[in-house]
């Protein structure tokens, strides 16, 4: 690995680790999970002053919202999936589909 990838960097100062078996998975240390913190809140500052607005939609959702924007049939392949045994859902791999059901529900962008 080279000295300067952020996989070894973050390792080096002690922001995170990586396992094996987790691949791709980020454990957070202290000093990460704060200067993480330190960004979050740069970009929301500058988000704000931009006249963003945050939202927050579900990780999981149900098939039928990914039918009805069409997600399933084009990446549902792609997608990590889980059956209850009465409905098949997906971890969401994009915003879209949730961003529209907050714009059916009347608030709209400045456009």
């Known amino acids: 690995m080279d000295d300067l990838d ?40 500058k988000m704000r002053r931009a006249f963003y607005a945050e939202v927050r939609t579900p990780q999981l959702l149900p098939k039928l919202l990914w039918d009805r924007s069409g997600h399933w049939d084009k990446f549902g392949a792609h997608m990590f999936r889980v059956d209850d045994g009465e409905a098949a859902m997906a971890l969401k791999p994009m915003s879209c589909p949730c961003h ?12």
């Open 6 to 45: 952020h996989r070894h960097l973050g390792v080096q100062l002690k922001l995170w680790h990586l396992q094996d078996d987790a691949p791709g998975m980020v454990f957070w240390h202290p000093r990460g999970t704060a200067l993480y913190r330190v960004l979050e809140d740069y970009v929301r500052r």
């Open 100 to 111: 529209v059901q907050i714009l059916n529900k009347g608030l709209r962008s400045w456009r």
